[in-house]
């Protein structure tokens, strides 16, 4: 493949990279910091609930063990 050819392509790659982002409809900053805090809430409450059931599954093993 020549040199001009492999330019081309990057241009078209890029042009078509460009026109792709376009159609992108980025959310307002009031939808944002809403799914932000969202997000952040559940990631906190799975972490608790795994933290519950590992101590839970930690005891019971102890329990079994001795």
Request: charged share 20%; no cysteine.
């Amino acid at each position: 493949m020549t040199e001009s050819a492999k330019n081309s392509k990057k241009k078209n790659w890029f042009a078509g990279l460009k026109a792709e982002f376009k159609k992108i409809i980025w959310a307002d900053n009031k939808t944002l910091a809403k799914q932000t805090s969202i997000v952040v809430v559940i990631t906190a409450v799975l972490g608790i609930l795994i933290s519950l059931i590992d101590s839970v599954v930690l005891q019971l093993v102890n329990l079994i063990i001795k």
